[in-house]
């Protein structure tokens, strides 16, 4: 995988934009493994392409690389972006007092199927450090008062500003100000305890229970200023019934909650992900 | 089947009331085919309980049974009923425009896999009129305007009244009043094209394609006087991506609409439903 | 979508492919509407690649367009194919006994989820000619007696040779002989109740209650003269359980069979499935 | 929960079963939580039921609940039995080289979901022993050799005997013999990596790749001395595709293992699940 990269593009739709690509690619001395499109119109629509190939040397070549694309590029008046397979993205994982999307994010990355390292773990509450601990990660206990929320976000930042590529929120229970957010765009990831956008907002499992749902959720999706209204990546739901408490639905959640976080991990750090407006286009 | 019939309970739960009622059906000489029982709370609670039994001749003996078992239920405080498996209940399908529904409950009304009868198609359009003659089934147009809308609602009431036990609706457009649907508590079955609370009101495929989720579902609930806020019966859905379009997210909803409408209607005739405030207890 | 066409390829995996197909289709003036690729191996494997493009005046232009392409496709050793999405391919339906996979595929055809047409019913039996002949469709009664069955194959034959694409086996439950499935290459599909390859053979439903299974399947699947054993194109599964008689299965079973049924048939006529060996790759 | 236990009952079906078990507790001062039941058939089935009921020092008047129990389980001819929902039973898991079922039940046990305690785990490798030890459970090698399996399965009897209610083969990939399974008939849980009875045996990964299956599947089942032909106790699947190597099938798979492993578990240390000859009934 050290000569694998991937181009992501997004361009007004029109001919010739995949023959070009590809010839690109192809002069480069590129092998094409994966390629995978989309237009949201043939006519007049936004094209999204993600190429994933095999260039030898590639990790030396890619400023060179990027320079010659910037040019062709220039012509179909595209975003885009080179992405090296290796090394691996640090996440970092924010939590508060809940292990299990954490414990997750750690098995799967050990596995390889999250194929991303934890860097660090940074909380308001001191809960979860042994765990954090027992795997070899490093834990920052980074309280947050209302007062200093401020500070709090500050140190936050310097804690992960270097040392991470992505910021997981594995039930982390504050609400990040919309200034820490416009620092990592669509580049922190939370897991909502809700099929959104049914039952935002606080308690889900508790409104879903009031509501007597069959089916419940989680989503994942990425963070902007607008509380639970960010891009979705990845939902999942599961059957419940008249029998179901409270606690039965945060029980089946936690399950469903780590599934789709893990997912939707693994498809960021892969760079499966390209975010439109409001939407992901995800090349699962 | 013909002598079959299910009990069907809501109390107070208190020890002894599973004893009794077993005691009781057992000295009648009925035989236990399925029990289902739910508390809310042990302690305190609401108590559900539905027994189906075999009793050679109940439906001759059916109202001095309901008249033996009326003290029973009165020293526990019982809601009740019995009801006989046989005849098989008689639906009134309301429709506008589209045919999928009306053709899953036709098709599984006579495979027998939703044991009841389409006894009359009434439609606030003739568009299908054919689909309905060629299954020989009474179809009554009964346009609505804004200003005929009681004596529409008026002539549906005299056709349904004594020809039907409950009336589907079955992708019909039009809100019915208050008044009517108070004529049929717990007797009304709805369709909504979205996974609700997600995307309650029009156009719930619309709203389900800007708002870029990964699933889209249906729901299938007993019709109150709250729009679209009735007890949920029932919940489906199916996995969608960026390449879906409103037209696909329509098309993949049509699939999970005459399921989840046919599960329910199902689970209704089988008198498997039992309603608690807003919410079902489903004994499937 | 009269101007659409479909281009299928499968082709030893090396460099420069991607870029020559679409350089080529750039330079006759087709707009790509879809594209997929799928690789074995990026080091000498197979490569597959569909790409579905918008060409004004394809259906004219094809002839010119595929000597042109032949001389490309040679270059790479390529087995091809173009298809013209217009007009819709002819789906020639074999049944017994059974109607709900025929409903289905009718309602589908109707309702434009399989884009094709019903273009003939064939049946050892009678029993199905009031479904077909309700919707229209010619209904042939083919008797098979083992003495008889090399005429009856002559028989069918001759019905669907010029009249249909593809013959859909709609719990058609004869066995059609090696020489009758050698005149249509990956243009038989059945649909075998049963998550193959675990209950192939006759009643698969019977040996599902017998094991104690705790979901039941069914597998959409091109015939080969190899029984139950041709390339699977889709499966699905649904849950049942301890209550569940064979009764039960076979009522799931009819609801899964179709379902699976048709999303195959749709990708065939599509165009969406490449056979590989005894296995597809299915652009779904 | 300390108050509660279970009453499991299986026995012809006749008339007066529930009636006589419900009065019978509800003499004995208990209150009923929860009540399932099943009959294969009311004219001459078995009929299996499940009693969840809380009786306030439940505990210490085990022995005489048991002894007057016995009386009226004599009448009807039953196989019983008595369990206490505390303590919590305790799991000896074995494993060979594979940490994600060992890490799934360790996580549901201290979360609660799987509510049961892993006592020690068994491996024929070292492999995860700092797995276990981070947990601060104990870690017992036992090698196994063909000449010495007889040993080693007397170790680990010796192990386990009074150490744990139930052992769990979270991907132990040692066939255990006849005689020791003889010593733990339906308390011994193995996890097939298959939707058995596909792809039963070895590699059954490498298999459904072969085969091009487009669903993998696990069983978890009950073992005995018939290879993978035990008892099912639940199964999952999940899709996969053309792109699926064998590789991520192993992937997939393990996702799929743990869940269905977990509930497995979960079930039986809930006294959820009844065998009746190589079938199970599952009250979930």
């Known amino acids: 995988m050290s000569h694998r990269a991937r181009l992501l593009i997004s361009c007004p739709d029109r001919p010739g934009i995949v023959a070009a690509v590809s010839q690109f690619l192809f002069e480069h001395g590129a092998n094409l493994a994966h390629s995978d499109q989309h237009t949201t119109d043939p006519q007049g629509g936004v094209f999204f392409l993600r190429m994933e190939f095999d260039l030898p040397g590639v990790d030396g070549a890619l400023p060179e690389l990027e320079r010659e694309f910037g040019m062709l590029a220039g012509r179909f008046d595209m975003e885009w972006r080179l992405a090296l397979a290796r090394p691996r993205k640090r996440l970092a994982v924010f939590v508060s007092r809940e292990e299990h999307c954490l414990l997750e994010l750690l098995w799967q990355s050990r596995s390889g199927d999250v194929p991303a390292d934890v860097a660090l773990v940074v909380s308001n509450h001191e809960t979860l450090r ?105 939902q999942g739901v599961e059957r419940v019934d008249h029998r179901s408490s409270v606690e039965d639905l945060r029980r089946i959640g936690r399950y469903i909650e780590r599934m789709v976080l893990a997912r939707a991990v693994a498809w960021h750090v892969d760079d499966r992900i390209l975010v439109h407006g409001n939407k992901t286009v995800v090349f699962a």
Do not use: C
């Not at 609400?175 to 099929?195: A, K």
């Open 130 to 234: 042994p765990v954090a601990e027992a795997w070899g990660i490093p834990y920052h206990h980074v309280p947050i008062t209302s007062a200093g929320k401020r500070q709090a976000e500050a140190r936050q930042q310097a804690l992960v500003e270097h040392a991470a590529d992505v910021i997981v929120l594995a039930r982390y229970m504050q609400i990040l100000s919309p200034e820490f957010v416009g620092q990592w765009p669509s580049r922190i990831i939370n897991i909502h305890h809700s099929f959104l956008p049914a039952f935002a907002g606080a308690n889900p499992y508790v409104q879903a229970h009031q509501r007597g749902v069959k089916l419940i959720g989680a989503t994942a999706h990425y963070v902007t200023a607008d509380l639970d209204a960010g891009p979705i990546i990845e």
